[in-house]
């Protein structure tokens, strides 16, 4: 198949199928007397699992190491189990990161309990205290 129809088959777009080429994460594709790119079902099911790791918030360097274990059948997992623990961990962060910008914005919300004129807007004036903000020198 040509690169449109594997762009189709792969909900993927042509241009990041070719970035993907160039950053070796596909296998290079034969080409036609015409130049053109022909894919095989292993192009598809590359891109697939490619697709699905980035859908996990996996980069593509982590891509990179877990198709080179794809590519070593008889080797160990415990390159994958230390990746996803990482990722794990990582992701764990991010949602400790984003309760305490929540629990900041539920606070924030707290200083304007009810609609008035902006000048006495308490979401504004600690938005303008906490940023070290003098409202007289503005």
Do not use: W
Not at 58 to 85: F, H, K, Q, W
């Amino acid at each position: 198949m040509q690169i449109g129809e594997l762009a189709r088959s792969t909900g993927v777009k042509i241009e990041t199928i070719r970035y993907y080429e160039r950053e070796q994460l596909l296998p290079v594709p034969q080409r036609t007397d015409g130049n053109y790119r022909l894919y095989s079902p292993r192009h598809v099911e590359q891109l697939r699992f490619i697709r699905y790791c980035r859908s996990l918030d996996m980069s593509l360097e982590e891509v990179r190491i877990l198709i080179g274990v794809l590519d070593t059948p008889s080797g160990s997992c415990l390159t994958v189990n230390a990746l996803l623990d990482e990722k794990i961990a990582e992701v764990d962060a991010r949602v400790n990161e984003l309760h305490k910008l929540q629990d900041q914005l539920r606070q924030l919300r707290g200083f304007c309990q009810q609609p008035d004129e902006v000048k006495t807007c308490g979401i504004l004036m600690e938005l303008n205290r906490s940023a070290g903000i003098d409202k007289a020198q503005i």
